[in-house]
């Protein structure tokens, strides 16, 4: 069983930034791949940025090329999600989630809000 714990989550104003954590609870060697997703109210889950277990892979929705980057520290287990230049179309809570032996897991979600 895999657990994934999110922190870094909180209000920032439109422009600024944030950088997302996710612990996971074992090695990131074993999963196939960490992602990000996101949800806002009364929308549906979506993909935000997903990477491999080697790091070379990674993939991005189109809303957040160019200001969202993840990465992963495999020393620390734990997989970051670095925002910049936040929108209020950012605001959602938002998921990390592990990918291993085709089974999902998720945490339980950290809020992001973008709001002047």
């Known amino acids: 069983q895999v657990q994934l714990v999110e922190s870094g989550g909180g209000l920032v104003q439109p422009g600024g930034s944030l950088r997302l954590s996710c612990a996971v609870s074992?090695?990131?060697?074993?999963?196939?791949?960490t992602s990000w997703y996101r949800q806002a109210p009364g929308k549906e889950r979506e993909l935000v940025a997903e990477?491999?277990?080697?790091?070379?892979?990674?993939n991005y929705a189109d809303s957040v090329k160019g200001r969202f980057t993840i990465s992963r520290d495999n020393a620390k287990n734990t997989v970051y999600l670095q925002m910049n230049s936040l929108k209020h179309e950012d605001t959602a809570v938002y998921y990390c989630?592990?990918?291993?032996?085709?089974?999902?897991?998720w945490g339980q979600g950290t809020q992001v809000t973008v709001s002047s």
């Open positions: 989630n592990a990918l291993k032996w085709r089974k999902n897991y």
């Open positions: 074992e090695s990131l060697i074993s999963i196939y791949a």
């Open positions: 990477i491999t277990n080697n790091g070379d892979t990674t």
